[in-house]
C-alpha cells in the first residue's frame, strides 16, 4: 500500500522544518568554512605562508594598477567623446577662417549729464553690465532656445563684445550671413528688454543702435583655435591609446606571474569571490541534502509517515491527534460521525484495531471509547496480535473495523495486513484515525 509522492515528501519536510532550516544552517556555515580554509590558506598556517602572502601581495599591486589605468581611460574616453563631439557639432568649428559672415550692432550709451566727473564711471558700468549680459550664458541660451537647431554653448562662442568709451559693439559670426543676421537681431532685441533690467541698478540712461552692419571677412585667429581644438582632440585620443596599451601590458605581465609565481594552494579567484562561490554552494547543497536524505528515508523506511499515506491507499482518515494540536477534528465529533454511520449501517458495536501499543494509541482509544459510550453505543478495542478467535468471529459477524495508527510507530506491514483481512471477510473499514 506504500505510496510515493513529491507532495507528501514536501508535506513530510514541512513538518519536520525546524530539523531542516538547522541542517541547512548547518551544510551553509560547513561550505563557507571550506571556502575561508580555501580563500586563506596562509592564514592557516604552514611554512609556505609567507610566500603566499608575497605572492597575493604583488597580485594586489597588479590590481592597485590595473584599477589606475582603468580609471585614467575612463577620464580618457570622456574627455575625447566630449572634444569629438564639439568638433563635430560646434558651429564655430565649421567656419570656413577665409569666408566669414560677420554681424555687426554697434551701440551709443549716453547718461542724463555727459558733462558730469561722474559721467565716464557711470557709462562704464552700464556697458559693462550689458556687455557681460551679451557674453554669459543667459541670453545665448534664450536665443537658441528661440531658433530652435542649436545649443546655447554653441551659440555663445559666436558672439563677442567690444567696449570704447560709450560706444558698445557686438559681433556675431557664422557660415550663413542670413543666420547671423537673426541672431544679430534677436540679440538687438535682448539688449534693448535688458536695458530696463540694468536702469532700475544703475539709473537711467540712453541706448541707441548707430549701427548694423554685415561683411564677409577673413579671421585666421578663427583657424588658431579651430586647430588648437583638433590637436586637443588628437592629444586625447594619444592619450587613450597610451593607457589602453599600458592596461593590456599590465594584464599580461600579472596573466605571466599569476602563472610562474603562483604558490600551491591559492585560488585563482579573489577570496571574496572564493567565500562567496562556496557560501552559494552551501546554500544549494542546503535545500538539495535534507530533501534527497529524506526522500531515500521516507522511501526506504517501513513506517508510517501521517495520515497522507493512507489518504493515498483510499483510507477514510476519521480525525488526527498530536499533542500540539489535539484532535482534528474533535474526538467528540469524530464519535458523532462514528454513531452516524453505525445507525446507517445499523450497528450498535463498533470495533477498533490498535496498530500499535504505545501510549499514544492507549489514550485516543480510551479517550474514543468514552465519547462512544456516550453516544449509546458500546466499542471493543483490540490489541495488535492478540486477537482471540472469538473477537475475529465477531468482527466477521458484525462486519465493521475503525484503524488507530500513529505516525512512526505504525509500520504499512501492519495496515496491509489489516486491509487484506477486512478486504477478505468482507469486513467494512469506516476509517482510521491518525496519531501524528
Known sequence: MKSIYMRNLWIGLMKNKKRVIIA????IALFCSLGVVKAYPEKLSSPESSEVEEYNAALQKYDDTIQEVQNNIELCQEQVDKQQKYCDESIYMQLDPSNIQKVTVQYMVRVNDMNSSNALNEISYITNALMNYVVGDGMASEIAGELGDTSGEYLRELISCQ???????????HSDMDQAKAIGEKIEAKVDAYKNTVENELGSFTLSVVEFSEATV????????QNANLNNLK????SLTDHKTKLVSQQSVKKNYSTQYKPDGVTSTSPKKTIVEYGALGVIAGIVLPFVIYALWYTMSGRVKGKE???AADVNVLATYSEKKGYEPSIARTALDLKLLAEKNEKEKLWVKCLGNSKNITKVTDELKEDILKQGLTME????GKETIDQL??????GNMILVAEAGTTNYTQVEEQLQFCERFNVSVWGCIVIE
Open 235 to 238: 592629444n586625447y585620443q594619444s
Open 24 to 27: 541547512w544552517l548547518v551544510i
Open 309 to 311: 499515506e493512507l489518504l
Open 393 to 398: 468471529q465477531n468482527i466477521v459477524e458484525n
Open 218 to 225: 577673413a579671421d585666421i585667429s578663427v583657424q588658431d583655435k
Open 381 to 384: 478495542i483490540l490489541e495488535d
Open 163 to 173: 567696449v570704447s568709451g560709450n560706444i558698445l559693439k557686438i559681433y556675431v559670426i
